[in-house]
């Protein structure tokens, strides 16, 4: 699951059969766009040596679900702002396909309230009330949005909260370069795993926020101002950390208040 991270993107092809526009030429994609495409599930998970056999058809078809993904147009072309995405960073859950523009939902909701919470192993470098701070915001948020509510624990938790290792065994492999953090849905445990070597200027709110929401049962979101949106961006001091999109995908699963 691990790949290289991308680096001079238009340099060397791809033994793709039939090759893949990349802007207005016709030439054969890097191979580490198609590993990133596997990466985040827009192409199945190949077994090694066989991305340069995947048919035109199918790459053209990934690359526009990852467009749609990033609230782009799908036209199924490799230009900048599609590649400034695939070097950005942000959330390791793959994203299901994509149907609108707003909000989407995993499937799964927890059907009972309060849901438990637990703090299991802090970043290495902050205190772990600074943490449990910020864990008790994100709650506030979506408790605030919805009928729902939050209890911490000691043990027996629905929600486990933890930093990891970027190589800690999940997900089938190491979390990649641009992965900051990823989760589970209700359905598989709902925990939360943050990359324990995540800096100091990440806006920790806006990543672990966006990890909760996966916990509770929402997908990826194609609107770039939703904290659900898969790619990291820092909310403005003042602004509201759960967006419109996001308050109403939320409500969907839980009623409101």
């Not at 793709?16 to 890097?30: K, N, Q």
């Not at 078809?61 to 609230?71: H, K, N, R, V």
């Not at 909000?103 to 802090?122: E, F, K, M, N």
């Not at 930093?163 to 953090?181: E, I, K």
Request: with cysteine.
């Amino acid at each position: 699951m691990a790949f290289v991270l991308l680096a001079v993107l238009l340099v060397g092809r791809a033994a793709l059969s039939g090759g893949v526009p990349v802007g207005a030429a016709s030439a054969g994609l890097p191979v580490e766009v198609l590993e990133w495409l596997a990466e985040y599930g827009h192409l199945p998970a190949p077994t090694p040596g066989d991305l340069g056999a995947v048919p035109q058809v199918a790459v053209t078809g990934a690359i526009e679900s990852a467009q749609l993904e990033m609230g782009l147009p799908p036209t199924g072309e490799v230009a900048a702002e599609f590649l400034a995405l695939t070097r950005a960073p942000r959330c390791g859950v793959r994203s299901a396909p994509v149907r609108s523009r707003r909000y989407a939902l995993a499937g799964t909701r927890w059907r009972r309230s309060p849901i438990r919470w637990r703090l299991d192993a802090s970043h290495p470098s902050l205190p772990v009330a600074e943490v449990r701070q910020v864990m008790e915001a994100i709650w506030s948020d979506y408790r605030n949005a919805t009928l729902l509510e939050f209890e911490e624990v000691s043990s027996a938790a629905d929600i486990v909260v933890k930093f990891v290792r970027p190589d800690h065994p999940c997900l089938g492999g190491a979390m990649s370069a641009q992965t900051l953090a990823h989760a589970f849905f209700p359905s598989s445990g709902g925990d939360i795993h943050i990359k324990d070597s995540l800096q100091s200027s990440v806006d920790l709110h806006a990543v672990i926020g966006h990890e909760a929401g996966h916990a509770l049962g929402l997908q990826h979101s194609r609107n770039p101002a939703a904290l659900m949106y898969a790619y990291y961006h820092p909310i403005a001091p003042g602004d509201p950390y759960l967006h419109s999109d996001d308050v109403a995908g939320i409500r969907r699963l839980y009623g409101r208040r």
